[in-house]
Nanobody, 122 residues
């Protein structure tokens, strides 16, 4: 499956953005989706993930209550709604997919989008 992430941009602290991840090539609904981010000089870290059905979700503690992961399998698209953004959220955000259950480790995902930059100014 090929993934393309988009929707990043520059936003002030406290603002919101919605990232999208569009899939093609295979049946999107067969895959768990995860979102990860990587800030300059830091390792890639888990943000959120959910099952193919979207019914079971998991969030990093740093984004709980602020970010929401969702998906529309009919549109082959996943979303990451980000609110109350902080400067620490600044990073390149990636969507990823894997068959089976979701994982929180980036190296357990087989398919990756190209990343989209999110910059939060203070």
């Amino acid at each position: 499956v090929q993934l393309q992430a988009y929707g990043g941009g520059l936003v002030q602290a406290g603002g919101s953005l919605r990232l999208s991840c569009t899939a093609s090539g295979r049946t999107f609904s067969n895959y768990a989706v995860g979102w990860f981010r990587q800030a300059p000089g830091k390792e890639r870290e888990f943000v959120a993930a959910h099952l193919w059905s979207g019914t079971i979700t998991n969030y990093a503690d740093s984004v709980k209550g602020r970010f929401t992961i969702s998906r529309d399998n009919a549109k082959n698209t996943g979303y990451l709604q980000m609110t109350s953004l902080k400067p620490d959220d600044t990073a390149v955000y990636y969507c990823a997919a894997r068959a089976g259950y979701y994982r929180t480790s980036w190296n357990e995902y087989n398919y990756w989008g190209q990343g989209t930059q999110v910059t939060v100014s203070s």
